[in-house]
T-cell receptor, first 114, second 115 residues
Framework: DAGVIQSPRHEVTEMGQEVTLRCKPI?????LFWYRQTMMRGLELLIY????????DSGMPEDRFSAKMPNASFSTLKIQPSEPRDSAVYFC????????????FGEGSWLTVV | QKEVEQDPGPLSVPEGAIVSLNCTYS??????FMWYRQYSRKGPELLMY????GNKEDGRFTAQVDKSSKYISLFIRDSQPSDSATYLC???????????????FGTGTQLKVEL
């Protein structure tokens, strides 16, 4: 299996621009998670989906962030408009069940907003 | 105060040393305890998983959970340069409590094992 695939791996954008991060979970996994990692706050859960339905988006920082999962093999995280404080590594992860010991992370999307 | 506290390091040890990594937490509902290893510019990967209190051993790695003290540890014996990475503790509550199984991570401890 190819694992969780994220794109782009690196993104540099100007403040105010829209950013779209993409994720392909592991086939057969029912759960998909979006995390954000910064030096100050560590890894934070933004949102997670079960069978393509958003279950908990309480970690989404504000209305500028939105996430969708149109089908079982694809999810997007959008930031519009982007701000410098959004600079972070964004990880997508998937799991075959809601159990912490089976979450598999992608390699991350490194976002820099200037 | 954060729910999970972890010393960020960096921690530098000579090859062959025993390494002790620790986390403390405040949420009594946490039942599942994990350690993830994250190499530079990579995603975290699960290293150890423990349910409730007790010890678990896997090769050179031992995970300990003391729920009464809200304290977890990861020990690495005979440390190798390839163990150099950031180690993240993570925790989650029982699904039945209604809290789901969202992982709460520590900020990670950076470990360097030197030749």
């Amino acid at each position: 299996d190819a694992g969780v695939i994220q794109s782009p791996r690196h993104e540099v954008t100007e403040m105010g621009q829209e950013v779209t991060l993409r994720c392909k979970p592991i086939s057969g996994h029912d759960y998909l998670f979006w995390y954000r990692q910064t030096m100050m706050r560590g890894l934070e859960l933004l949102i997670y989906f079960n069978n393509n339905v958003p279950i908990d988006d309480s970690g989404m920082p504000e209305d500028r962030f939105s996430a969708k999962m149109p089908n079982a093999s694809f999810s997007t995280l959008k930031i519009q408009p982007s701000e410098p404080r959004d600079s972070a590594v964004y990880f997508c992860a998937s799991s075959p069940r809601l159990s912490g010991n089976t979450i598999y992370f992608g390699e991350g999307s490194w976002l820099t907003v200037v | 105060q954060k729910e999970v506290e972890q010393d960020p390091g960096p921690l530098s040890v000579p090859e062959g040393a025993i390494v002790s990594l620790n986390c403390t937490y405040s949420n009594s509902a946490f039942q599942y305890f994990m350690w993830y290893r994250q190499y530079s510019r990579k995603g975290p990967e699960l290293l150890m998983y423990t349910y409730s209190s007790g010890n678990k051993e896997d090769g050179r790695f031992t995970a300990q959970v003391d729920k009464s003290s809200k304290y977890i540890s990861l020990f690495i014996r005979d440390s190798q340069p390839s163990d150099s990475a950031t180690y993240l503790c993570a925790m989650s509550a029982e699904v039945l409590t209604g809290g789901g199984n969202k992982l709460t991570f520590g900020t990670g401890t950076q470990l360097k094992v030197e030749l």
